[in-house]
């Protein structure tokens, strides 16, 4: 800052404190300006944390326009109590939804992030998975890859992707029950958004869908230890390497049932409640006792 002369000593060179806000003279001290705008960010978070830790909110890619336009809703029109302003309320939020929805690819994406927040609420999945099948949504539209199945289909895909890559042990039959699809429509649309996007998804563990069994089945805390020993063996040996997670986790928690010999579920019921056959089941039960030697120290 060269152009202002300090009227105390004449100065030409002057120093900028961001903390205060304040232009001043260094060779006499006088402040020539205040209230300047700060150029440095404002730390907000706790003491203890550190600035690097401060990020841009989340985007809402949940929201049709990601949130960023001005939302006119019904609630807030019907407490307006005057007549002739709800009615030209009411003629906003109309246009306003019209507009939102003039062409055919935006149609689609409202209509299915619809259905995602419905399956979201019917499996009880958290905030962050929603956000991340609205985000793979928005991948798909941009691709224009809506057409890859029904918006149901296209729903479950991305839900079923964004619960791999939490991961977060759903079926894909729970999926497309939640989405009131097809398993198999579901399936190939998430095969065709999987390889048109090159999604990197991790691998699903059969450790949660033991856990997750044994809670359904009430099982004793040693089964599901065992099972979880068995599984690691199994592992070891490579035995999972291109077997269903949930069928797998049936076998070893069956396997587990039988080692202890306890009257706990039968293998029809444990089929049912893993959503497997009782023929994958028994198919796993031999391969593992084949390679993998159960013992049980009491």
């Known amino acids: 800052m060269r152009r202002i002369i300090c009227p105390y000593c004449g100065g030409r060179i002057f120093h900028v404190d961001s903390e205060r806000g304040e232009v001043f003279c260094p060779n006499c001290g006088a402040v020539i300006r205040q209230s300047e705008v700060r150029e440095v960010s404002e730390w907000m978070g706790p003491p203890d944390m550190p600035e690097s830790r401060l990020v841009?909110?989340?985007?809402?890619?949940?929201?049709?326009?990601?949130?960023?336009?001005?939302?006119?809703?019904?609630?807030?029109?019907?407490?307006?109590?005057?007549?002739?302003?709800?009615?030209?309320?009411?003629?906003?939020v109309k246009w306003q939804?019209?507009?939102?929805?003039?062409?055919?690819?935006?149609?689609?994406?409202?209509?299915?992030?619809?259905?995602?927040?419905?399956?979201?609420?019917?499996?009880?999945?958290?905030?962050?998975?929603?956000?991340?099948?609205?985000?793979?949504?928005?991948?798909v539209a941009n691709r224009r890859l809506t057409r890859s199945g029904s918006p149901q289909a296209v729903a479950g895909a991305v839900l079923y992707a964004a619960c791999r890559q939490h991961n977060i042990p759903k079926t894909l039959q729970e999926i497309s029950d939640a989405v009131s699809e097809s398993r198999k429509e579901v399936g190939r649309a998430y095969r065709y958004i999987v390889r048109e996007l090159g999604l990197q998804l991790p691998p699903p563990d059969p450790q949660q869908y033991i856990v997750r069994l044994c809670t359904a089945l009430e099982l004793d805390g040693r089964v599901q230890d065992l099972?979880?020993?068995?599984?690691?063996?199994?592992?070891?040996?490579?035995?999972?390497?291109?077997?269903?997670?949930?069928?797998?986790?049936?076998?070893?928690?069956?396997?587990?049932?039988?080692?202890?010999?306890?009257?706990?579920?039968?293998?029809?019921?444990i089929a049912s409640t893993a959503g497997v056959t009782e023929v994958t089941i028994r198919n796993r039960y031999k391969e593992i006792l084949e390679n993998v030697d159960v013992t049980i120290y009491v």
């Open 227 to 269: 099972a979880i020993r068995i599984l690691d063996e199994a592992r070891f040996l490579k035995l999972t390497s291109g077997r269903g997670p949930t069928g797998m986790a049936a076998a070893v928690v069956y396997i587990a049932i039988v080692a202890y010999s306890l009257k706990g579920p039968t293998q029809r019921e």
């Open 97 to 139: 939804q019209r507009i939102r929805q003039s062409s055919a690819p935006e149609r689609n994406v409202y209509n299915v992030l619809t259905l995602l927040k419905t399956a979201c609420n019917r499996l009880g999945l958290s905030a962050d998975v929603l956000e991340e099948a609205a985000y793979i949504l928005r991948k």
């Open 56 to 92: 841009s909110p989340i985007s809402a890619y949940v929201w049709q326009g990601r949130g960023m336009p001005t939302e006119i809703s019904w609630k807030d029109v019907k407490q307006i109590k005057d007549h002739e302003r709800r009615a030209q309320y009411q003629r906003l």
